[in-house]
T-cell receptor
Framework: AQRVTQPEKLLSVFKGAPVELKCNYS??????LFWYVQYSRQRLQLLLR??SRESIKGFTADLNKGETSFHLKKPFAQEEDSAMYYC???????????FGQGTELSVKP | ETGVTQSPTHLIKTRGQQVTLRCSSQ?????VSWYQQALGQGPQFIFQ???????GRGNFPPRFSGLQFPNYSSELNVNALELDDSALYLC??????????????FGSGTRLTVV
């Protein structure tokens, strides 16, 4: 079964500390992986996707097919990074997204 | 370019009633997907419409149905509402060209409460 697991519901760090939001997936094939973010009172928006290998707002995510993981990392957290983060997978371009339960990141001053 | 707009933003219905939620897709997008997000959960895929045809469906009963119109806007209809249908309903459009094909644009959602 296709599934995305985000083991942490809440992650709290201090400003300037490194951040890693964990995401594991189960899928028999080569899915496309995404991270979506939802800031307070804003809509869900795409943060990054693994196929583009980009860094957005200092965040990066590496797809590890052996461990079926797609963890989101940032070396130095900022207060404005506080938000809900959702990991998601899709089996093909334009296909349905399967979301994890989300991790709330709280960055304290 | 305009984003995805959903209406209404909030709605309260009684168990057993029917509800229609509306979504206007982003300009240039021909695909609309609907998601249900229960409190504390990630969004769950309901179904997708591409050029007015259903193009995939999640694990939702037939009382969840939809439509897509020639202008690519869409409706989500839910019949015989149950208390568990209380959730945030998200609409997402996609289908631009080039790099934008991978980007889903989400609306702000409709918060449905069933009492």
């Amino acid at each position: 079964a296709q599934r995305v697991t985000q083991p942490e519901k809440l992650l709290s760090v201090f400003k300037g500390a490194p951040v890693e939001l964990k995401c594991n997936y189960s899928y028999s094939g080569s899915p496309e992986l995404f991270w979506y973010v939802q800031y307070s009172r804003q809509r869900l928006q795409l943060l990054l996707r693994h196929i583009s290998r980009e860094s957005i707002k200092g965040f990066t995510a590496d797809l590890n097919k052996g461990e079926t993981s797609f963890h989101l990392k940032k070396p130095f957290a900022q207060e404005e990074d506080s938000a809900m983060y959702y990991c998601a997978l899709s089996k093909n371009q334009g296909g349905k997204l399967i979301f994890g339960q989300g991790t709330e990141l709280s960055v304290k001053p | 370019e305009t984003g995805v707009t959903q209406s209404p933003t909030h709605l309260i219905k009684t168990r057993g009633q029917q509800v229609t939620l509306r979504c206007s897709s982003q300009s240039g997008h021909n695909t609309v997907s609907w998601y249900q997000q229960a409190l504390g959960q990630g969004p769950q895929f309901i179904f997708q419409y591409y050029r007015e045809e259903e193009n995939g469906r999640g694990n939702f009963p037939p009382r969840f149905s939809g439509l897509q119109f020639p202008n690519y806007s869409s409706e989500l209809n839910v019949n015989a509402l149950e208390l568990d249908d209380s959730a945030l309903y998200l609409c997402a459009s996609s289908g631009g060209t080039g790099e934008r094909q991978w980007g889903y644009t989400f609306g702000s959602g409709t918060r449905l409460t069933v009492v």
